[in-house]
């Protein structure tokens, strides 16, 4: 007969040595060949031994019940609380399968407690396999949360995020992707009809999710980032504008943020200062190591452009369009808004030329001199523009405008009179 001489640990005193029969040691002997147990590292409670027995035939309870009555002989038995943590992670996982998120959340508390008592009673022998039991569990549930905000399950991709901060509190990467995700939905009933205050209550629970999360780490800059975009989305300008400033300070060449400070900057009415950080962008791009933001500096200087424009602030928006018009010497659009902005420009000059005629002729001649720089520009990029375009006809309004102001009559008339065929205006 096989026989197995078995001392509970932290228990001789009371129990003394125990004669375990041949079908307790046989029970034993196959839990440890299953779990790669080796009894020589240490000893092993009957309790636990017969839990891990029940955690192979899924009998969760049952293992947690048989480690509580352990655990009234020795309650200081690490291995008795990391098997109940397990336990009670498979409980989670086979309420996740019946759909029962609300027992989930609860056993995986029960878990992460029974794990991390294991951890205090005896951190150098359970520390490791505490944390990696941990982030299983964590792990798991992160990333089925994770194909569910692919797939636009929202409602079960928070659910499933809840669970991966229930199994691991202390990491708040899944609070941060539900405030992430409220910003993302937020984002798409903004454009839906009576989708405004919808939005609203997405950022507004996403601003309550980041500052939870910003209470254990005050100083993490992405949440700081995220609080600061939800502010401006919430119109609340002066906090955003806050915590942009000392962002920037710290961060000041990151692009992603660059462009967030953008949006602020655009509720305000910044425009000059946004095409300031749109061209910083574009400096970054053109000077940084990956070629896939090359791609992306025509739009910047674009998006320059068009805030320089809001600004009324011509050279630079002339300036911003040239250098997306480099990028892509075939793009139609942006030769038309280059014929438009040295048109206005040129006539702007124009304007102020005649203003000052009589008070200061000299400054007269210089202004209407630079007018018609600008203005042959317009004419220039304008035939550029239809020989590619012929069916332009903001073009050939544009162009007729600039030349008429140069004093070109029949070359505008002929361009007036394409402007108007293709508009049907006869």
Partial sequence: MLQLRFKACGAAGSRGETLMNKSRVILLVVAVALLGLSLLAGCRSAHTTSAILYIEQEQYQKAVDVIDEGLQFNPNDPE????QGEAFSRMAQVAIDENDFLRAKGSYEEAYAKYTQAREMDSLNWSDRVAEALEINYV????????????????????????????????????????????????????????????????????????????????????????????????????AQEIYDALLVEHGDDPELLLDVVGLYSKQKRYADAGDLFLRVADI????????????????????????????DYPRAIGAFN???????????????????????????????????IDDPARSTELE?????????????????????????????????AQSSLGDAASALQNLTSYNELTGNQ
């Fill in 80 to 83: 008795g609380f990391y098997y």
């Fill in 140 to 239: 798991n549930a992160k990333r089925q949360g994770q194909q569910m905000w692919r797939d636009e399950n929202y409602e079960e991709a928070e659910g499933f995020y809840r669970l991966a901060f229930a199994a691991l509190p202390d990491s708040l990467g899944a609070i941060r992707d539900i405030a992430s995700m409220k910003i993302q939905q937020a984002e798409k009933v903004q454009s839906q009809e009576d989708g405004a205050e919808t939005a609203k209550d997405f950022r507004t629970e996403a601003l309550a999710l980041l500052d939870q999360v910003l209470v254990s780490r005050p100083e993490a800059y992405r949440l700081r980032a995220d609080k600061a975009y939800v502010l401006t989305q919430l119109d609340r300008t002066d906090a």
């Fill in 285 to 312: 791009f053109l000077n940084d190591d990956d070629p896939q933001n090359d791609a992306q500096l025509k739009g910047m200087y674009t998006e320059a452009g068009f805030n320089y424009q809001n600004a009324v």
């Fill in 323 to 357: 250098m997306a018009n480099e990028r892509d010497v075939n793009d139609t659009n942006i030769m038309t808004s280059r014929v438009l902005l040295n048109l206005q420009y040129g006539q702007a000059l124009l304007t102020q030329s005649a203003e000052v005629m």
């Fill in 369 to 401: 001199t630079e007018a018609k720089v600008y203005l042959q520009r317009a004419v220039d990029v304008g035939n550029a523009l239809v020989n590619i375009d012929p069916n332009n006809a903001d073009g050939y309004y544009y162009l007729s405008q």
